[in-house]
Every structure is written in C-alpha cells, then in structure tokens.
C-alpha cells in the first residue's frame, strides 16, 4: 500500500502562486511515477503533471509554462508550483502515485490517490 498526505491549496486571486506537496509513504517501491489530477465541478479529472521516477515531465497543454512539478526521490515527495494562477485553474487537485507515468496517463493499472486538496483561484 502507498499513503499519499498533500498539503497545499488555498484561495488565491489571480496572477497569484500556490505550492502543492505530495508525502508517499508506505510499503512503496522506490522508483514510482508521481502526479497531479485535478477535477473542477462539473468537469472530468484531468492530469495536470507527471513525473517518472528519472525525472521525466509532462504536463497539460493547459498549463504549461506556469505550473511546475518536481520531486525529491529520496524522501518521495513531489512538489507541484503553481503560478500565474487563472480562475479556471480552481478544482481540486489529487496527487496520485503508480508503477510508471503509462499508468498513470492511461489509468491502466493500480493507482494510489491522496485525499485531495482544494485550490480556488479568484479573478
């Protein structure tokens, strides 16, 4: 099992910054992909990020150049930056750990989620 703590979020006016954190603690394999999703209301989830465990990134078309995603491998936490925030960036956003960044894109094998957190973006 991988237990997944985020912390993070809040209520920001546009233009502003957030910072996200993802803890993965757990019976886990070293090397993991880590990403965010985000689901808005009304809206479908949607990956925001992913990190391989090389370093690798991928990001939404959405949200390139303004988000950041990084991780520390050694203490398996990964970090989402978040600037120059839009309305439409409000939702709340999952940090979501598996084997590979494939599965995590295509959902095509186990998926461990963390409990989410709420960003809400002002305008």
């Known amino acids: 099992q991988v237990q997944l703590v985020e912390s993070g979020g809040g209520l920001v006016q546009a233009g502003g910054s957030l910072r996200l954190s993802c803890a993965a603690s757990?019976?886990?394999?070293?090397?993991?992909?880590m990403s965010w999703y985000r689901q808005a209301p009304g809206k479908q989830r949607e990956l925001v990020a992913d990190?391989?465990?090389?370093?690798?990134?991928n990001y939404a078309d959405s949200v390139k150049g303004r988000f950041t995603i990084s991780r520390d491998t050694a203490k398996n936490t990964v970090v989402l930056q978040m600037n120059s925030l839009k309305p439409e960036d409000t939702a709340v956003y999952y940090c979501?750990?598996?084997?590979?960044?494939?599965?995590?894109?295509?959902?095509?094998?186990?998926?461990?989620w963390g409990q989410g957190t709420q960003v809400t973006v002002s305008s």
């Open positions: 990190i391989s465990s090389g370093g690798n990134t």
């Open positions: 979501v750990a598996a084997s590979t960044t494939i599965v995590i894109r295509y959902q095509s094998g186990k998926l461990y």
């Open positions: 757990g019976n886990i394999v070293r090397s993991i992909a």
